[in-house]
């Protein structure tokens, strides 16, 4: 394998890990603007994914540029092609996590304190842990990476049982019209960090793929 083809493609992983640290940071600003009620924190939120369609678009560029002028080995070609697919789902965690930025303020308003104390704070944890995860098993060795996985699993486990529990419990509650409305599109925003956990899922699946090989969407613990 030549040198430099090797130095691309850690190029790309190291430009994809910046992408997903960038998303964390992102999601750490929510959580302290849920716990402070510090909305200046959302400014921060949003400042940390500015950049990301364009790395995204950067990411794949490269990507394209490595497959058009060298002939990867087989375990090279198969961690190239999870990059492909890892950057799509990236950039759906980035556009999950604005969706939340955009909608802060009417979950914050809406909700009682203890549907935030009790939902709405641990599943922007729950998210954190996730892409956390995601960041472990990117730099985690080959004996290591099940491990780490199986922190992604568990978090995205529990990110679809909190997001059941508080539509389940939202649903119970008599409201008016108006209020039901409202409620629809807190529904709406909250559904975003469960889709944020199956990106995660997807990603660390790939991951496992790309340093371990076997069939995709498999992994043993």
């Known amino acids: 394998m030549l040198k430099k083809y090797t130095q691309d493609l850690e190029n790309v992983h190291d430009k994809a890990l910046n992408i997903v640290q960038n998303i964390l940071q992102s999601n750490i600003y929510i ?8 909305l200046k924190l959302l400014e921060e ?14 990411i794949d560029n490269s990507i394209v540029k490595l497959l058009a002028l060298e002939t990867p080995e087989a375990s090279d070609l198969r961690r190239v092609v999870s990059f492909f697919k890892i950057t799509n789902e990236i950039q759906r965690t980035a556009s999950n996590t604005k969706g939340i930025i955009k909608n802060f303020e009417l979950c914050y308003n809406t909700l009682d ?3 935030i104390s009790k939902y709405t704070i641990p599943l922007q944890k729950t998210t954190i842990i ?12 080959n004996d290591t990476v099940k491990e780490n996985f199986n922190l992604v699993f568990e978090a995205q486990k529990r990110t679809d049982e909190l997001y059941n529990l508080f539509q389940d419990n939202i649903m119970k509650e008599n409201k008016e019209i108006e209020q039901f409305n409202q409620y629809t599109k807190v529904l709406n925003t909250f559904r975003k960090y469960d889709k944020i956990a199956n990106r995660s899922l ?3 699946y790939l991951i496992v793929y790309a340093k371990l090989g076997g ?6 613990i």
């Open 113 to 115: 304190e203890k549907y």
């Open 45 to 58: 939120a949003k400042n940390c994914l500015k950049s990301i369609s364009s790395e995204s678009t950067e």
């Open 31 to 38: 959580l302290e603007a849920l716990e402070t009620n510090n």
């Open 202 to 204: 997807d990603i660390a």
């Open 215 to 220: 069939v995709l969407g498999e992994v043993e």
């Open 130 to 141: 996730c892409l956390e995860g995601i960041l472990k098993m990117a730099e985690s060795s």
